[in-house]
């Protein structure tokens, strides 16, 4: 009988490292980056040449020092390291949602609206980027996560039903098992 193996021979099993951009600066994007995808001499070392991608956020409401694509959710006007975002969604560098913002410490339901996370889709189908990964980690302030407003239709903050519309096939639940 002729079946697909599940992994290509000779391999037997795989596994995914993801970079995690909480409380990360533009700086530090930069460098991590520098290190992990590329085999140069970095501030860290010899570059490692792996092709490891990262998490993002389009907002930060609270902590202005983040790595964010946008400076807020009211105008959508990029930030001036929002390029080095752009350009690492359309590489695959970046390739997980971290939610749709930091809302740590402070509270996204005057400021984020389902419109704006549709224009937000919009906006990735224009760069022809889909999102297959998503981190429903933060605070409980992120009421834009999914087990709060995010998956409930009832609120002005629900998305899943266009993250999974715009490609979203996988999402991690924000901690890990303690055993
Ligand atoms: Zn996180």
Known sequence: MVELRKFPYPYTFGFSISSHVDEMTPAEFV???NFI???RMTNKGVGVGLDIADSFWFFSGANDNTITLFKNSQTLEKRL???LIEKALQTGHIDTFHSIGDY????PGKVLSRETIESLFTYLNSLGVKIHVQINHGDAYNIQ???YSGDNPATNLYWSDLAVENG???NWGG???IN
């Open 175 to 177: 901690s890990l098992p």
């Open 145 to 147: 996560n999914f087990g």
């Open 31 to 33: 460098d991590v980056h």
């Open 104 to 107: 740590n410490y402070s509270y």
């Open 168 to 170: 979203l096939k996988f």
């Open 81 to 83: 390291h929002g390029i």
């Open 37 to 39: 995808n590329t085999e």
